[in-house]
C-alpha cells in the first residue's frame, strides 16, 4: 500500500523526506519534523541516515492497560538497537528519506532509460523525478490542475509493480505481511543507519486496541510475519551478518526467534503436571541444593522484571499484567502466527494482511477501562487457554491434596509451584469460566470444549507415561 503513495507523492511533491502514519495517529506536536531533521540535517550522520524512528503512544490507555496495549516491553528493545547503528522500522511515526526508498545512490548516472524503466516502472515521468533538480509541475496549486491524473492512477494502478523492483529493491519490501520490520532490516543491509528519538511529549499519538481478540490476531499476524523472514534466505542469522555487524543482526534475529518461546511454554504447562499426577520427580526436592538453583533463576528475573517496572513508574499490578499477557501470547498467537508463516512459506496457506479492527464497542471499552478482562474472543483462540488453565487447576488440585497426605510436599515443591504460579497470575481467567455472568465471559460451550480438551490431555499422557 505504502509504494503507490510513494509513486504519486513523487509526482506531487517530491519531497526528500517522508512521514509515514498509520491512518488511526495524529501528530501531537509540530515540532517533529524540526527534530527528525536535527538528525537528518548533522552533516555527521546525513548521508548514511536512513529514517528516524519515534515510539508509538496511544491517546486511548486506561491506568491499568490490561492488555498490555503500549508494548512497554517493546520500546526498550528499540533503544537499546539505537546504539548499534539504529532501531528496526516500526510501522508508524517515522520520517525516512525517499533515496533511502529508491536506491538512487545504486543507479549508474549514464543507465539507459530501458534499465531504469526495469527497476522503477514504465512511467516516464515518475523516472525524470527522480533526478535531484526535479521541481514537480504540482508544487504551486495553481497549476495543480496540470498534472496528469492519467499519470498518477497509472503510478497508482496494482499493476504496475508487476516485472519491476518495486516491493524487492525499491520502496517498502513486499516479501514479509511484516513489511515494516523486513524494510528496515533490508536498509540496514544497504548500509543505512536509523535514529530512534523518544522526546517526552509524544510526537505522535494513536489508538491502542482495547480487546482481546483484536490483540490477539494482531500478534498472530505480527508473528507470521516475523516467521516468514526467520525461515526464509533473509534470516537475520545468515543474511544480515554478511551485510552489518555481528550484534546488529543478533537485535534481528531476537525479533525474529523470540517467538519460539511457546515450545518450551507448551512443554512446562503440560508435562510437570502430568508428572505430578503420576507421582514422577523431575526437580530436586526442597533440601537438595539444585533447588537452590531452579530458586535463584525464577526470582532474580523476576525481581528484574520487577525492578524495570517500578524504575519507569509502574505498580506491581503492571508486573502482573505483563506476565500474564506474555503467557497468553505465547501460548496463543506465537503458535498460530508461527504455523501461519510456515504454511505462508511453503506455499500452503495464502499470505493476507487483516487491518486491525480499531472501532470501539462501548461495552468492551468500558471492562478495558475498568480493568476487566473481555473474553469474546475467537475458540481457536481461547481454547488452548482454557485448556491450559483447567489442566494446571486439575493438576494443583489432586496433587497438593495427594502429597500433603503421603508429606510429599517437599520432594515435589517445584511442580507443585509451576501449576500454582500460572493459577495465580491468569486468575481472570478463573473468573471468566466460573464466576462471571456478564457478555464478557468466556463462552460455557468453550469452557466444555477446553475441559473436553483437557481430559485428552490426560489420557495421552497417562498412556505415555506408564507405558
Given at each position: ?9 513523487g509526482?506531487i ?24 531533521m ?9 548521508s548514511k ?15 491499568n ?6 508494548l512497554r ?10 546504539g ?9 511515526g517515522?520520517y525516512i528519506?525517499r533515496?533511502?526508498l529508491y ?8 543507465i ?14 515518475f ?11 504540482a ?22 509493480d ?18 515494516d ?5 533490508n ?71 523470540d ?5 518450551p ?9 502430568l ?9 530436586p ?11 535463584f533463576?525464577f526470582?532474580?528475573?523476576q ?52 487491518p ?5 464497542n ?28 483447567i ?11 495427594k502429597?500433603?497426605?503421603i ?33 464478557g465471559?468466556?463462552?460455557p460451550s ?11 490431555i490426560l ?8 507405558y
Amino acid at each position: 500500500m505504502y509504494n503507490f503513495q510513494l509513486r504519486v507523492s513523487g509526482l506531487i511533491s517530491n519531497s526528500p523526506y517522508i512521514l509515514v502514519l498509520d491512518c488511526d495517529m495524529y501528530c501531537n506536536d509540530p515540532t517533529s519534523a524540526r527534530q527528525a531533521m536535527c538528525f537528518f540535517l548533522d552533516p555527521k550522520i546525513s548521508s548514511k541516515l536512513g529514517f528516524v524512528q519515534f515510539p508509538q503512544k496511544f491517546h486511548n490507555i486506561s491506568e491499568n492497560d490490561i492488555y498490555d496495549s503500549q508494548l512497554r516491553f517493546f520500546w526498550p528493545k528499540l533503544e537499546g538497537m539505537d546504539g548499534l547503528r539504529g532501531s528496526l522500522l516500526a510501522g508508524t511515526g517515522f520520517y525516512i528519506k525517499r533515496e533511502a526508498l529508491y536506491q538512487t545512490s545504486k543507479v549508474q548516472k549514464d543507465i539507459d532509460l530501458v534499465q531504469l524503466q526495469k527497476a522503477f516502472g514504465p512511467s516516464n515521468d515518475f523516472i525524470k523525478s527522480l533526478k535531484q533538480n526535479y521541481k514537480p509541475n504540482a508544487s504551486k496549486v495553481e497549476v495543480f490542475s496540470e498534472v496528469s491524473l492519467k499519470e498518477i492512477r497509472f503510478l497508482a494502478s496494482c499493476g504496475y509493480d508487476n516485472n519491476t523492483k518495486w516491493g524487492k529493491e525499491v520502496g517498502f519490501r513486499y516479501f514479509s505481511v511484516l513489511e515494516d520490520y523486513f524494510t528496515g532490516f533490508n536498509l540496514h543491509c544497504n548500509g543505512w543507519i536509523s535514529v530512534y528519538l523518544n522526546p517526552a511529549r509524544p510526537c505522535f499519538l494513536g489508538s491502542a486496541t482495547t480487546n482481546l481478540n483484536e490483540i490477539l490476531v494482531q500478534y498472530t499476524r505480527w508473528v507470521a510475519g516475523l516467521v516468514e523472514v526467520a525461515i526464509s534466505r533473509f534470516s537475520p542469522l545468515i543474511y544480515g551478518p554478511l551485510r552489518m555487524s555481528t550484534l546488529q543482526s543478533m537485535g534481528y534475529a531476537e525479533f525474529a526467534y523470540d517467538i519460539l518461546i511457546f515450545l518450551p511454554i507448551y512443554c512446562l504447562a503440560i508435562v510437570p503436571q502430568l508428572c505430578l499426577l503420576h507421582g514422577i520427580h523431575l526437580y530436586p526436592k526442597v533440601s537438595n541444593p539444585f533447588f537452590t538453583v531452579f530458586s535463584f533463576l525464577f526470582l532474580s528475573c523476576q525481581l528484574k522484571h520487577i525492578q524495570e517496572i517500578f524504575s519507569t513508574g509502574h505498580s506491581i499490578r503492571t508486573w502482573a499484567i505483563e506476565q500474564r499477557i506474555w503467557m497468553l501470547r505465547s501460548l496463543t498467537c506465537y503458535m498460530y502466527g508461527t504455523l501461519n508463516g510456515i504454511l505462508e512459506m511453503i506455499g500452503l496457506r495464502e499470505a493476507n494482511f487483516l487491518p486491525t479492527d480499531k472501532a470501539v464497542n462501548d461495552e468492551q471499552y468500558k471492562h478495558y477501562q475498568m480493568g476487566i478482562y473481555d473474553f469474546q474472543a475467537s475458540v481457536l483462540l481461547l481454547a488452548p487457554l482454557c485448556t491450559l488453565y483447567i489442566l494446571n487447576l486439575a493438576a494443583f488440585i489432586i496433587g497438593i491434596t495427594k502429597f500433603f497426605h503421603i508429606q510429599q510436599l517437599r520432594e515435589m515443591f517445584i511442580q507443585l509451584f509451576i501449576p500454582l504460579f500460572g493459577i495465580l497470575i491468569n486468575y481472570p481467567l478463573f473468573e471468566g469460566m466460573f464466576l462471571r455472568k456478564d457478555e464478557g465471559r468466556v463462552a460455557p460451550s468453550v469452557t466444555l470444549l477446553s475441559a473436553a480438551l483437557c481430559i485428552i490431555i490426560l489420557y495421552f499422557g497417562s498412556l505415555v507415561l506408564i507405558y
